[in-house]
């Protein structure tokens, strides 16, 4: 059984800057690798970045490309993703998750339908 807690979310100013934490434990070797999604009020919960248990290669999404990277700290089985150049429209729960399947990898965000496990979330909420 894989346990996923999310950390780091707080209250910003547009322009500002966050690490979300995702502490993992369990096994998680069954998975392809672990995704950040986010949802945002009265909106679909979207996929937004990857990073594979193979290799570590990661994937973001088109649109936060260039603001978010994904990373690992195996030793603390933890994996982040450094959100930058917050904007009203960033304000979300943010979730990780365990992948079971990711069609089209590569070429397109991770899917709800791949999760096999979610954390409970972390809320990032940006003012002005």
């Known amino acids: 059984q894989v346990h996923l807690v999310e950390s780091g979310g707080a209250l910003v100013q547009p322009g500002g800057s966050l690490r979300l934490s995702c502490a993992i434990s369990?096994?998680?070797?069954?998975?392809?690798?672990i995704a950040w999604f986010r949802q945002a009020p009265g909106q679909k919960r979207e996929g937004v970045s990857f990073?594979?248990?193979?290799?570590?290669?990661?994937y973001i999404a088109d649109s936060v490309k260039g603001r978010f990277t994904i990373s690992r700290d195996k030793a603390k089985n933890t994996v982040y993703l450094q959100v930058n150049g917050l904007t009203p429209e960033d304000t979300a729960m943010f979730y990780c998750?365990?992948?079971?399947?990711?069609?089209?990898?590569?070429?397109?965000?991770?899917?709800?339908?791949?999760?096999?496990?979610w954390g409970k979330g972390t809320l990032v909420s940006v003012f002005s």
């Open positions: 990073i594979s248990n193979k290799d570590d290669t990661t």
């Open positions: 998750a365990t992948i079971k399947y990711y069609d089209n990898y590569g070429h397109s965000p991770p899917s709800v339908d791949g999760v096999d496990s």
């Open positions: 369990g096994d998680t070797s069954d998975y392809l690798g």
